[in-house]
C-alpha cells in the first residue's frame, strides 16, 4: 500500500495507476473529482491494454499457427524415430536368441568378414589416392561438374574412413599410412579452385550452354546454393565480362571489334539465360527448337532426382577399369551428390524482373564505357563503320533467328541492343565531331580572313602590297589580265551541258569580278567543307541506293538511316553557326575598318581594299562555296540535283522567265536565310566603301567649287560656244545677235564624275551590285546638292569677296543640271527623273537662275537645254557605268538629225555590248535585229555588259550568259555558231 505520505505528495494528475495499492486511501486524499479523473484514466489505459493485446494476437496468430504445426510434425517424427528403435531392439533380440553357430564355422565366418573389411578399406584408399589425379585431369579438360563429383566423392571417403580431423573417433589407419594426412590436407584446395574456374568459365563469350549449365550446377553443389543464387551468380559474371571488355586498352580499329564482342555478349548473355533456365509453364511445352531448362536437368541426372534409368553415378565409368572396384562398398559404387535445399524452377515473373534489373544495370556501364571508347573515333566514317558491323552482326542468322520469341519468353517484350543502348551515344559522338569540325573550320576561316586583311592592308609585306593584293585593289588590271586558267583545258572539245556548273574557268571568274583573294578563301572554306561533307556522307544512305529497295529491318536489328534527318540537321545547324561566326568576325572587321576610314577622312586605300575584299567574300561565298549550300541542303542538293537547278535558273536567266511560287522547305528556308545574311553584310561593306569614296572625291570637288578667286574661277573655266540667233524687233524686222552659252561642264566638274567612273572601274564595276551602283550616284549627287546649296546660301550674302556674275551663274546652272542628269537613275527611257523633281535641285537651280536676266535666260534655255543633251550623250560611253544603260544608246529612228553635224556615235537600238560580233539572237530577245557599230577601246573598259532584263544591267558575264544560251535554245539564222565561245566562257 501507498503511505499517507506519499499519497499527499503526490497530485491527482500525475498519479501512476502503477502505484494506486488502496482504493480506499484515495478516497481519503482526493476530492471527488480528481477521483473521477483517476478513474478515466484507469480506464483508458485498460482499453489501451485491450487494443494492444488485440493487435499482438493478431501479429502473432500466424506465427503461434506454424509454431503448432512444426510441434506436431516434431511430435511425429519423434514417434517414427521410437517406433524404429524399438524395431531394431525387437531385431536384435530375435538374433540373440537364434542358435549359435558351431565354433570352427564362426572362425571362419570371422576371418572372411575381416578379409572382406580389409579389402574394403584397401579399396576405399586406393580410390582415395587417386581421386586428386582425376580431379585434375577434369580440370584441365574443364569438365568441372566431373571434378565436383569427384570432390564430394572425396568428401564421402573422408567420411567412411574418419579422415576428418574434426571427427570425434580417431582412426588408426592415419598412423598407418601417413600419406592420408597429406592427402586430406591437399584435397581441402579442390573446392576453392572449382568454384574459381567455373565462376571464370561463365564470363567466357564463346561457351556452351551444356558447359554453363554444368558449371552453373558446380557451383550449386559446392555451395549448395538455390538456382536463382546461381542466376545472379551467372548475371554478375556476365556483368563482370562486360566491364573487362569495356577497359580493355584497344583504340582505332580495335573499337569496333570491342563494341561488337560487347553486342554479341548481351545478345548470347539472353540465348543462354532462355536455354539454361527457362522453364515452360507447367502444361506447356516449349515452342521454340531451342533447349532450355538445361540447370534442372543436369542437376536432376548428377544428384539422381531423375527418373529412373537416367541418374549418373559417380564411378559408373571406372567400374569395368579395374577389378578392385568390386571391393567398394555400395555407399561408395553408388555415390551421387546431393543438396541440402530442393532445387524449385525458377518462375517466369522472377526470371523477367531478374534479367530486367541486370539490364537496367548494364546499361549505365555500357554508356560509360562506350562513350570513353568512342572518344578515340575522330571520324564519322568510323562511326558508320561501328554501327554498320553492329548491324551486320545483329542481322546475322545466329542472334536474329529466334530474338523475337526469346526476349518475348524472357522479358515479355521485344529489346533492340541498337536502340536502347547506343543509338544516343553514337548521336551525341556525332554531333560533337561535327560541332568540332565545323568550330575547326570556322577559326581556320577567322584566321585566314585576318591574314588576307592584313595582307591587302600592306601589312604583312615589308616592301609593301604583293600582286594578289593589287589585283584586289585594281580589279580592272586583274580583268584584262590573262593567265593560264581564264580557259578550261576541255574548253575545245566540251560542250557547256555536258560540263558541271561546278567547274568555272578563270574567264568566268573574271567576268564575275571574283579576285584572286575572294577564290583563295572560298576556295579553302570548300575543301575543308567538303571533307567534313564527305566524312558525313558516310553516316547517310548512299545515293547509289535504290528508294524503292529499302533494306528489311528485322526483330534483332535495327534501322540504319533511321536518323538521317536528325543527323543532316546537326550538320546544318553547325555549318550556319560557323558561316556566321565567319560572317561576325567580317562585321566586327567592318566595323573597325568604318572607323578608321572615319578617323582618316575616307582616306586609306589598303583599308578600302579590305572592305571591298570582305563585300565581294560575303557576295559570292554561296556560289563559290557549293559544298556549304549541300551541307546546309542535305540531301535534296546533291550533284545531280544542283546540276539540274543551275540548269533550270539558267534557263530562266536567258527566257527572263520568273519561277512559279513553290513549296519551301525548311532547309531551303535556311539557305535562303543564310545568304540574306551574307548579302546584307556585303550590302554593308559596299556601302562603307561607297560612302569613303564619295566623301573624298566631293571633298576635292568643294575645295575647287568654293574658291573663291578670280584666278581659280579662270583655270576651271571651259570653253563656251557661240550662237546666231535671230529675233524679231519691234518693227518686225529679223535681228540677227550671237550669244556664247557653255556645252561642257567645268574642269572639277569633269574631274569628279571621271574619278567617281575611274574608281568604280578599278574596283569592277560590272560586277557591282546595281543597288549600290544607284546608292553611290545618289549619295554622290546628295552631297553635290549639298556643296550648291553651301555656295548659293554664301553668295546671297553680301559679304561675299566675290560676286556671282551671270556667266558663272549659267555655267553653275550647266553643271548642276548636267550632274543631276548624269548621277541620277532612270528607270524608264524617256520618263523623267525624279531627281529633277527634288525640291533641294529646284530650289538651287531658281537661286541660281535668279542671277541671270530673265529675258536673256528666256533665250538661253532651249539651246542650252540641246547642249546638255547633246553633252550626256557624248560622254555616255566614258561614264558608261555611272549613266546606265539606258542612257547609252539613242534610237536610230527619228530622234537622230543627220543635218546636225554633232559628232554621236549611233548605237544599236537593241543594246548589244559588243556590236562586231556576230551574235545568235532567240525569240525570246524579240528577235531584236543586230546592228554593227565600232567601239572604242574606252568604251569596252568602262561600259557594263547590258541585257534586256533590268535585273542583269549591271551583273557580270551577260555577254557570255548571252552566247551560252544559245545552246539551250532554238537559235535564229546568225553568220556561224559561237559553240566554243559558250564553252569557253563557262
Not at 289 to 296: I, K, Q, R, T, Y
Amino acid at each position: 500500500q501507498v503511505d499517507a505520505s506519499t499519497m499527499a505528495a503526490v497530485p491527482a494528475q500525475t498519479l501512476r495507476v502503477s502505484e494506486i495499492r488502496d482504493p480506499a486511501a484515495l478516497f481519503e486524499r482526493y476530492s471527488t473529482e480528481e477521483i473521477r479523473g483517476i478513474e478515466r484514466r484507469v480506464r483508458g489505459e485498460i482499453e489501451q491494454k485491450k487494443e494492444e493485446l488485440r493487435q499482438m494476437v493478431g501479429e502473432r496468430y500466424r506465427d503461434l499457427i506454424e509454431a503448432a504445426d512444426t510441434i506436431g510434425e516434431m511430435r511425429q517424427c519423434s514417434e517414427s524415430v521410437v517406433r524404429s528403435i524399438q524395431d531394431m531392439y525387437r531385431y536384435c533380440h530375435r538374433l540373440k536368441q537364434g542358435k549359435s553357430p558351431g565354433p570352427a564355422v564362426s572362425k571362419l565366418e570371422s576371418q572372411r568378414q575381416a578379409q572382406e573389411k580389409f579389402n574394403t578399406m584397401a579399396a576405399q584408399i586406393k580410390l582415395l589416392l587417386e581421386i586428386p589425379e582425376r580431379i585434375w585431369s577434369a580440370m584441365e579438360s574443364a569438365q568441372y561438374l566431373r571434378a565436383t563429383q569427384l570432390y564430394l566423392l572425396c568428401c564421402h571417403l573422408h567420411s567412411l574412413l574418419h579422415l576428418e580431423a574434426s571427427g570425434p573417433h580417431y582412426n588408426p589407419v592415419l598412423t598407418r599410412f601417413p600419406i592420408l594426412v597429406r592427402q586430406v590436407a591437399a584435397a581441402g584446395h579442390f573446392r576453392s579452385t572449382i568454384l574459381l574456374e567455373s565462376k571464370s568459365l561463365l564470363k567466357g563469350r564463346a561457351v556452351s550452354d551444356q558447359a554453363i549449365a554444368e558449371a552453373l550446377v558446380s557451383t550449386m553443389l559446392l555451395e549448395d546454393s538455390s538456382p536463382r543464387q546461381a542466376l545472379a551468380d551467372f548475371l554478375l559474371a556476365r556483368k563482370a565480362s562486360i566491364q573487362q571488355l569495356l577497359n580493355q586498352p584497344q583504340h582505332g580499329a580495335g573499337i569496333k571489334a570491342q563494341v561488337c564482342s560487347l553486342v554479341e555478349l548481351l545478345a548470347t548473355t539472353l540465348y543462354q539465360a532462355y536455354a539454361v533456365f527457362y522453364t515452360p509453364p507447367d502444361g506447356k511445352l516449349a515452342d521454340l527448337p531451342l533447349s532450355c531448362g538445361l540447370l534442372f536437368s543436369t542437376l536432376e541426372t548428377v544428384t539422381g532426382t531423375a527418373p529412373a534409368g537416367k541418374g549418373s553415378k559417380v564411378l559408373h565409368q571406372e567400374m569395368s577399369s579395374g577389378s578392385w572396384f568390386k571391393y567398394l562398398p555400395p555407399s561408395v559404387n553408388d555415390f551421387q551428390p546431393t543438396l541440402r535445399t530442393l532445387a524449385q524452377p525458377i518462375l517466369p515473373e522472377q526470371l523477367r524482373d531478374t534479367l530486367q534489373q541486370w539490364i537496367d544495370t548494364c546499361k549505365e556501364d555500357i554508356r560509360l564505357g562506350i562513350s570513353s571508347l568512342l572518344v578515340y573515333i575522330k571520324s564519322l566514317k568510323g562511326l558508320a563503320g561501328i554501327r554498320d558491323a553492329v548491324w551486320e552482326l545483329l542481322t546475322s542468322d545466329s542472334i536474329s533467328q529466334h530474338w523475337s520469341a526469346v526476349c518475348q519468353r524472357l522479358l515479355e517484350r521485344p529489346l533492340s541492343f541498337w536502340e536502347d543502348f547506343l543509338q544516343q551515344l553514337f548521336l551525341q559522338r556525332l554531333q560533337a565531331l561535327t560541332q568540332e569540325g565545323m568550330e575547326g573550320i570556322s577559326s581556320s576561316s577567322k584566321q585566314l580572313l585576318a591574314s588576307s586583311l592584313r595582307e591587302l592592308e600592306g601589312q604583312s609585306v615589308p616592301g609593301g602590297t604583293s600582286r594578289v593584293a593589287q589585283f584586289e585593289g585594281d580589279v580592272a588590271s586583274f580583268l584584262w589580265s590573262e593567265s593560264p586558267s581564264d580557259l578550261l583545258s576541255d574548253a575545245a572539245w566540251v560542250s557547256v551541258s555536258g560540263r558541271s556548273p561546278l567547274l568555272k574557268s578563270g574567264l568566268s571568274m573574271k567576268t564575275h569580278g571574283l579576285t584572286p583573294c575572294v577564290q583563295s578563301f572560298c576556295s579553302s572554306l570548300d575543301s575543308k567543307l567538303k571533307i567534313k561533307l564527305d566524312d558525313l556522307l558516310s553516316y547517310l544512305p548512299s545515293e547509289k541506293a535504290p528508294k524503292a529497295s529499302p533494306e528489311p529491318v528485322v526483330a534483332s536489328s535495327f534501322d540504319r538511316y533511321i536518323d538521317a534527318s536528325m543527323v543532316e540537321e546537326t550538320l546544318r545547324e553547325h555549318c550556319v553557326t560557323c558561316v556566321r561566326n565567319v560572317l561576325s568576325s567580317v562585321r566586327s572587321e567592318l566595323g573597325g575598318a568604318q572607323d578608321r576610314l572615319h578617323s582618316s577622312g575616307g582616306q586609306g586605300h589598303g583599308r578600302l581594299t579590305a572592305v571591298l575584299f570582305m563585300a565581294r567574300l560575303c557576295q559570292s561565298m554561296g556560289e563559290l562555296c557549293p559544298n556549304l549550300k549541300q551541307c546546309i541542303l542535305g540531301k535534296q542538293c546533291g550533284p545531280d540535283n544542283m546540276t539540274r537547278e543551275s540548269s533550270r535558273q539558267g534557263r530562266k536567266l536567258g527566257k527572263g522567265g520568273g519561277a512559279k511560287a513553290v513549296e519551301v522547305s525548311p532547309a531551303r528556308a535556311r539557305w535562303a536565310e543564310l545568304k540574306e545574311e551574307l548579302l546584307s553584310c556585303s550590302m554593308e561593306a559596299y556601302r562603307i566603301w561607297s560612302s569613303a569614296l564619295t566623301k573624298a572625291l566631293v571633298h576635292n570637288f568643294a575645295a575647287t567649287l568654293h574658291a573663291d578667286s578670280a584666278g581659280s574661277i579662270l583655270e576651271t573655266a571651259t570653253n563656251w560656244d557661240e550662237l546666231e540667233i535671230q529675233e524679231e524687233s519691234e518693227s518686225g524686222s529679223s535681228v540677227t545677235s550671237k550669244i556664247r552659252l557653255p556645252v561642257q561642264p567645268s574642269w572639277y566638274v569633269q574631274a569628279l564624275l571621271f574619278h567617281l567612273c575611274l574608281e568604280v572601274n578599278r574596283v569592277g564595276g560590272h560586277a557591282l551590285p546595281k543597288v549600290t551602283l544607284q546608292e553611290l550616284l545618289k549619295n554622290c549627287l546628295d552631297q553635290v546638292v549639298c556643296e550648291y546649296e553651301k555656295l548659293t546660301q554664301n553668295k546671297h550674302n553680301k559679304d561675299t569677296t566675290f560676286p556671282m556674275t551671270q556667266n558663272r551663274a549659267l555655267q553653275l546652272l550647266f553643271d548642276l543640271r548636267y550632274l543631276t542628269l548624269i548621277l541620277s537613275s532612270r528607270q524608264e527611257e524617256g520618263k523623267a527623273s525624279r531627281s529633277l523633281q527634288d525640291p533641294r535641285i529646284q530650289h538651287v537651280c531658281d537661286s541660281l537662275e535668279g542671277h541671270i536676266d530673265p529675258f536673256d535666260l528666256d533665250v538661253f534655255t532651249p539651246p542650252l537645254n540641246g547642249n546638255l543633251n547633246r553633252l550626256s550623250q557624248r560622254t555616255s560611253v566614258l561614264l558608261g557605268l555611272l549613266t546606265g544603260t539606258e542612257k547609252q544608246f539613242s534610237s536610230r529612228g527619228a530622234n537622230v538629225n543627220s543635218q546636225e553635224p554633232y559628232n554621236i556615235l549611233p548605237l544599236a537600238s537593241n543594246q548589244i555590248r559588243f556590236g562586231l560580233l556576230p551574235l545568235s539572237m532567240s525569240t525570246s530577245r524579240k528577235s531584236a535585229k543586230s546592228a554593227s557599230r565600232g567601239s572604242d577601246i574606252s568604251r569596252s573598259q568602262v561600259a557594263p555588259p547590258s541585257a534586256p532584263p533590268a535585273e542583269d544591267t549591271f551583273r557580270a558575264g551577260s555577254l557570255f550568259r548571252q552566247l551560252a544560251s544559245q545552246e539551250e535554245e532554238p537559235p535564229a539564222p546568225s553568220l556561224f555558231k559561237l559553240g566554243w565561245l559558250s564553252s569557253m566562257a563557262k
